[in-house]
Structure formats: C-alpha cells, structure tokens
C-alpha cells in the first residue's frame, strides 16, 4: 500500500528542514521521485577505517509512517552491514515495539551510522565486522561501485 497521507507531509517537513539546517551534515537525503516510501541516506564524511567511502542506505517507510518502523539496509558494501540484508535495530521493523513516532529520517541514519564504529553491537541480522584494513579497502572502492550499481539512486541527488 502507498504512504499515507500524514506519513507524506511528514517526509516533506523532515526534508524542508533538513535542507533548512546549517549544520554541515555527513549524509544527504534524497526521496525517491516515483516513490516516497523509498529514501535514501547517502553517507559520505565519516571517519577512519570508512574514510572517504560513500555509503548507501535505503530505508522503506511503512505504510503508516511515522506511526510504525521502516526497514533499513546498506547497499554499498562496507565491512559493518550485510550489503542488501535489513539491519535488526531498534528503530527497524524488526523492533516494532522499540519504535516511536519521534523518530525521523534524520535519526535513523545517523543512529545507523553510528552503529559503524560501535563494535559492542555486532550480533544482530545484517551485521557483521571485517577487519578495518577490508573497511579501508570497501571505502576506497564504494563510489565506483555506487557509480556502476546505484547510479539510478545518486541522480536523484540535488532533485529533492
């Protein structure tokens, strides 16, 4: 079913305000134009061993958002998450009960990019930790790997 209507005025303030902020951000959002259920986080500033990679991120919005979780996944290997398998978080589908309508765009990729350097969290689905010399090396490779297979995602940037 599509995104409701309050789920789609939601995404439309969260993403006035982010263009909005001042603050230098280490991700873009970008929606897609056919399918607002389908946003995208594009990671691009983070630090040693993802250090200038370029990480996808797709979250698909439920239906009844912000009322209920999306489901999460990388799609640019990076040695920290299983490319295309959802990440069980709090704030995923898989933890409907965790989940609350406070929660935003915003706050899940940055809650999802801070699970790449925290090494306590390492069990659940979609997880995994390859030595920081194969996170290196994913990082050095992921904007040509995002040109080949994301290219259709990466235009959509600065068409918000």
């Not at 439309?12 to 929606?31: R, T």
């Not at 239906?63 to 999460?72: F, M, R, S, T």
């Not at 799609?75 to 069980?88: D, E, K, S, Y």
């Amino acid at each position: 079913m599509p995104l409701n209507k309050r789920g789609i005025l939601r995404i439309q303030k969260e993403l006035e305000n982010f263009n909005k902020s001042p603050d230098k951000k280490i991700y873009d959002i970008v929606i897609h134009p056919e399918n607002m259920q389908l946003v995208y986080g594009i990671v691009f500033e983070i630090d040693i061993p993802y250090q200038n990679g370029e990480y996808i991120m797709e979250i698909k919005l439920h239906e009844d958002y912000p009322l209920a979780p999306p489901v999460v996944k990388l799609l640019t290997p990076n040695g920290r998450f299983q490319p295309n398998v959802p990440i069980c978080l709090s704030i995923t589908h898989y933890h409907q009960e965790t989940w609350s309508p406070l929660m935003n765009i915003e706050k899940i990729i940055e809650s999802v990019v801070s699970v790449f350097f925290d090494k306590e969290i390492n069990k659940g689905i979609g997880m995994i930790d390859d030595t920081d010399e194969k996170k290196s090396e994913f990082a050095r490779l992921s904007k040509e790997y995002n040109r080949i297979n994301h290219f259709d995602i990466l235009s959509y940037q600065g068409k918000k």
